[in-house]
């Protein structure tokens, strides 16, 4: 390994911080597909000196696949987003905490971005009915459809 | 680790500065805090140039040292003003620069085919979709939730921590990067190929009308007994075909991974179909 | 007759049911509806000319072979057997399904798959418009099945499996209405109450399993030299296995104290009645203690309480018919105090050796008479009720002598015979019972025991009379008068209703004289496997004693003719005057109380505590237990926010820490 090659591998490490600093704080979901982004850059970047190291065509072979599943990822990633955003109309990664325990306080919000349809929860999304009791009343009837399209 | 730390003054420095530069930049718990972006910037740029000054200063020529210096730094000033950056367009756009930097790097380290890929996939494919979505759901320009950041203190530490221990593992050079089983038989085949590893300068030199200083660029520290680790596991170094040989990466690519980029060509296939189902249709109402 | 021809017979009687129950169970519902009796009706006619082959032909051919009187002690009379396949096979237990057939065999299946013909056939006319009719169908082509299993099996181990196949079928049948609460809770009753006599059946198959090494019948009962070696290696044994084989007889046979589900049992229809809580199943137990003889021989205390058990069971159940004002009831309590008479009868082997053979004669010829007599009655019984709109009780209805006449003659021919009027069939059977009886009390040793069992058969006999008679008067003579629910004009049973009864008041009247004083019957079950023959000069006729049993039942039908008909008001009078008497018998002798206070009230008790200890102790363990995750949790459970950022965070803070410490350790 040549000084050099320490240089590369240095800024590559740099990338991949930069990006992981950026998936942590910011709470734009494009900004952190774009930080995960620039992370995939930084391994990029040493998966070229690490083939240039071994004077070995793999190093840049790999970076090429790595670059078709970013692609990939990244389409992916925005179409996700988009969904997301049509359910709650901002882009803010704290609306989404539904995952937390069941009796700790929901994230601060700045403002009321959610739009709240009085149903409880995010619009037409699919509820499932508690396993051992008989639903009351069919999960998703015709007028709640209708209702949800009439709110978009 | 003290012993780095006595010897590399200048890398503890850079590091603490640019970790300075990269929380003054952020934006705070709280929105509205309007600090002045230069002592931020200034910061950054000091710890930068300490960071990749410390990194040792290689016997290359002065077009790749300049080229080097101008690439890295701006690739992660570019980083760090992507991630700091109160309006996600701008950041899109410095992500877009960091990536050009980064391309730059590539070049640098022969690898041009994949210098173009990543601008032709990243700078003009994905950062322009990004820049769609971004305008379809931010019509009223930056929200409340850019101005803030969380964890922003924990986050920057432990990501220069990391980066701290690397760069120490690195430039204690007690990582034996390569394989010493092949380097018996890489020593034979690689006996009649050139030592110097091609670079950019090295290239264009040859391509250039056979210019006579063309081979001694070759690195002082990679003497002639202890060739440096010419191969790995997967495969020994290709004696026909120089690294970043387009030729070379093409017959590797279409007969040595044929089958995973079949893969690589269906996962493509499987995304985009992915990316239609997941995306709102139209009947479901505008976003 | 030839081997194969002998085992296709002997299978046809139990598979041709079985086959029409799988048909109507799976073609019922939907193909065959209300033509779901046909399967039934042809496999039952099938098994009961398959019955009466084997009856007639089959055994018979063979006794003249297998008997030989000289080898006194391994007798095993003539009989058929035929393996089926090897069912368990573990260590020395070999349980194999095989049909055995001998002389108490054939006649039980005769009488067995006779009367569910003719019940089958009433039953169609019954049960028509019944929306359950196929079910109806199937569970009674099942129960056929399993009760001509239950005879027919030759080792204890399938037998007891039938004996819970028939009570399985009995569940069904009783809560066959299982929409009316009533219907169901007589099910369960049924159920529960059996399952303490199965209790003690698989304690005696247990206890002969682990005495003789094997659960075959010829193993087990027709070596008395072998009983005597068990007895003489473990005194005492053969009489627990007596008492806790009895117990079972008594469950199914619904013998004093557990006779409580039978009359409960009432809540079924009508012709389930007659078969199974009637004519069949209920003689299963009668049927045991009768196959066992060769045990109970060799356990007197066991028959002495077998027969005080019969005497108390016949005569608490003839005093609680006596004030009962459901018709069927009455009937029911007339079965379980009939049942007693033949246990009665069971018992008198203690008094000497030369009474087993009469005894069980005895028994198993009241058995099988009372089959057809009760089974008549029963079904006159539903007649009326069929006529009455569902009706059943006497106080509702009376005078239907004009308007249902074959019903009213052929429940007049079942009434006499129970009674023990002479020269029908209910006279004499009951009649060798008592002759048994007083024979008994002749002997030395407990004489004056069976002098009393002889005095409360005698009594319980009159009772008999005078009870069935009162049913017999309340209902047909009288004043005309009809329930609302009968309608304008209440109708005479349908011809399909009206043959079983005819067929079956003929044979009430005439089967005792046929094979009774004849000795046809006595000659024919002596060749059982267990039994001595006795020699035919010491058969005789018991005049004195039929002339007293026929004094006993005429006094009984005067005195209902006198109560009922003559001068109404006395029952009422009497009633008054023994107001205590009366409420104690109208009450069924609070056995059902006394048994929930005796049984339920502590096990109910027992339950609360445990609830107490459940709940108080266990699950306060248990929770606790579940408390420790919950309080060990509070700290890391604040960490899960629900905000991504964070949860990437504790990642990236994994990795950074995973990654320094692997750095640093070079």
Request: some cysteine; aromatic content about 10%; glycine content about 8%.
């Amino acid at each position: 390994m040549t000084p050099e090659d320490l240089r590369f591998l240095l800024v590559g490490a740099g990338l991949f911080i930069l990006g992981a600093i950026g998936f942590l704080t910011r709470r734009n979901l494009i900004l952190m597909v774009l930080s995960a982004e620039l992370m995939m850059h930084g391994v990029s970047m040493t998966l070229v000196t690490f083939g240039r190291i071994h004077q070995t065509q793999e190093g840049q072979i790999f970076t090429i696949f790595t670059l078709t599943v970013a692609a990939c990822e990244a389409g992916l990633a925005l179409a996700l987003v988009l969904s997301l955003y049509r359910k709650s109309h901002s882009l803010d990664i704290q609306l989404w905490s539904e995952l937390r325990e069941p009796d700790m306080p929901a994230p601060v919000q700045d403002a009321p971005a959610r739009i709240d349809d009085g149903s409880g929860s995010y619009g037409d999304t699919p509820k499932l009915t508690p396993a051992g009791i008989v639903p009351k009343d069919p999960p998703r009837t015709k007028s709640s459809a209708g209702a949800s399209s009439a709110r978009t | 680790m003290m012993d780095w730390l006595q010897a590399h003054p200048m890398t503890v420095v850079g590091l603490v500065l640019w970790a300075v530069g990269v929380l003054w930049l952020m934006p705070g718990k709280q929105a509205g805090s309007t600090r002045p972006k230069i002592p931020g910037l200034l910061l950054t740029a000091a710890g930068l140039f300490a960071f990749c000054l410390s990194c040792g200063k290689p016997q290359t020529q002065l077009a790749d040292e300049v080229m080097f210096w101008v690439f890295a730094v701006s690739a992660l000033l570019c980083g760090v003003l992507m991630i700091t950056a109160r309006n996600p367009v701008y950041a899109a756009l410095w992500f877009a620069l960091a990536t050009l930097a980064t391309c730059g790097l590539f070049l640098l380290q022969s690898a041009p085919f994949l210098a173009a890929a990543t601008i032709i996939v990243y700078a003009g494919a994905v950062i322009v979709t990004f820049l769609f979505v971004i305008m379809l759901a931010q019509q009223s320009g930056a929200a409340g939730y850019d101005q803030k950041s969380g964890q922003s203190v924990m986050a920057t530490i432990s990501a220069f921590i990391l980066l701290g221990a690397v760069a120490m593992t690195l430039q204690q050079e007690k990582l034996e990067i390569g394989v010493p089983v092949v380097v018996a038989k890489a020593k034979e085949t690689n006996a009649a190929v050139a030592p110097s590893p091609p670079n950019m300068s090295a290239m264009m030199q040859a391509s250039g009308s056979g210019s006579p200083a063309g081979l001694p660029t070759a690195p002082a520290d990679a003497p002639e007994e202890k060739p440096a680790v010419p191969g790995n596991l997967l495969s020994s170094a290709d004696p026909d075909h120089a690294v970043g040989d387009l030729k070379g990466l093409g017959r590797s690519l279409f007969s040595d991974y044929l089958f995973a980029v079949e893969l690589a060509g269906t996962l493509l296939l499987v995304a985009s179909i992915g990316a239609i189902a997941l995306a709102p249709r139209r009947e479901q109402g505008a976003l | 007759m030839s081997e194969e021809i002998q085992q296709l017979v002997l299978w046809l009687i139990p598979v041709a049911p079985l086959a029409s129950a799988v048909i109507t169970a799976l073609l019922g519902p939907k193909l065959l509806r209300y033509k779901s009796h046909l399967p039934c009706w042809s496999a039952l006619a099938v098994s009961f000319v398959c019955s009466l082959i084997l009856l007639l032909k089959i055994l018979p051919s063979m006794g003249s072979a297998a008997v030989d009187p000289s080898e006194v002690g391994t007798f095993a009379g003539p009989q058929v057997l035929v393996s089926g396949y090897e069912w368990l096979n573990v260590g020395d237990l070999h349980a194999n399904i095989e049909l055995r057939a001998d002389s108490i065999t054939a006649i039980m299946l005769t009488m067995v798959t006779g009367v569910s013909l003719l019940v089958s056939i009433f039953g169609s006319g019954y049960m028509s418009h019944d929306p359950g009719y196929p079910r109806f169908f199937a569970a009674v082509s099942m129960f056929v099945f399993s009760m001509c299993m239950l005879v027919l099996s030759g080792s204890f181990a399938l037998l007891f499996v039938f004996w819970e196949a028939v009570g399985l079928c009995s569940y069904l049948l009783i809560g066959f209405w299982y929409q009316k609460p009533a219907a169901a809770a007589a099910a369960k009753k049924a159920f529960v109450v059996n399952r303490i006599g199965d209790f003690g059946l698989i304690m005696g198959i247990f206890l002969i399993w682990t005495n003789f090494g094997s659960l075959d019948f010829v193993t087990v009962l027709s070596d008395s030299a072998r009983i005597a070696a068990v007895e003489v290696k473990n005194p005492g044994v053969i009489q627990l296995i007596c008492f806790c084989l009895f117990l079972g007889a008594m469950g199914k046979s619904a013998q004093f104290p557990l006779q409580v589900w039978l009359p409960d049992a009432m809540e079924g229809p009508t012709p389930v009645s007659a078969l199974i809580h009637a004519a069949t199943m209920v003689t299963a137990g009668v049927y045991l203690v009768a196959r066992c003889t060769p045990l109970f021989v060799m356990a007197p205390n066991a028959q002495l309480a077998v027969s005080a058990i019969g005497a108390a069971t016949a005569a608490i159940a003839a005093l609680t018919a006596l004030t009962q004002m459901d018709l069927k009831r009455v009937l029911a309590y007339s079965t379980v105090s009939q049942l007693g008479f033949m246990f009665m009868a069971l018992g008198c082997g203690a008094a000497s050796a030369e009474l087993v053979t009469p005894a069980v004669t005895a028994g198993m010829f009241h058995l099988f008479t009372h089959a057809f007599f009760k089974a008549l009655l029963f079904l006159a019984a539903g007649s009326v009720m069929h006529a009455m709109g569902d009706v059943i009780d006497m106080r509702r209805f009376s005078g239907l002598k004009h308007a249902l006449p074959i019903t009213h003659w052929t429940f007049l021919v079942g009434a006499a015979a129970l009674a023990g009027v002479p020269l029908l069939a209910g006279f004499w059977s009951k009649d060798d019972i008592l002759a048994v009886l007083s024979e008994a009390s002749h002997s030395k040793e407990h004489g004056l025991f069976f002098g009393v069992i002889w005095a409360v058969a005698t009594g319980t006999a009159f009772l008999t009379a005078f009870y069935t008679f009162r049913a017999y008067f309340m209902t047909f003579c009288g004043p005309e008068k009809f329930p609302a629910e009968a309608g304008h004009h209440p109708h005479e049973a349908t011809p399909i209703m009206a043959w079983p009864l005819r067929i079956l008041a003929v044979c009430a009247a005439l089967i005792g004289l046929a094979v009774g004083p004849t000795h046809l019957f006595a000659n024919y079950l002596q060749k059982t496997m267990g039994l001595t023959p006795v020699p035919p000069d010491s058969q005789h006729l018991h005049w004195d004693v039929m002339a007293l049993s026929s004094v006993v039942a005429i006094a009984g039908i005067g005195l209902a003719w006198m109560f009922y008909v003559a001068s109404p008001k006395i029952p009422g009078a009497i009633a008054s005057a023994m107001k205590p008497l009366y409420l104690i018998s109208q009450g069924k002798f609070f056995l059902d109380e006394i048994l929930k206070a005796l049984v339920v009230l502590p096990l109910v008790g027992i339950a609360k505590l445990a609830t107490v200890f459940d709940r108080g102790v266990i699950d306060c363990i248990v929770d606790s237990i579940g408390a420790i995750p919950k309080a060990l949790s509070s700290i890391p459970r604040q960490f899960h926010t629900g905000v991504v950022s964070s949860y990437a965070g504790f990642m990236w803070a994994g990795v950074v820490a995973a990654v320094v410490l692997v750095l640093t350790m070079f």
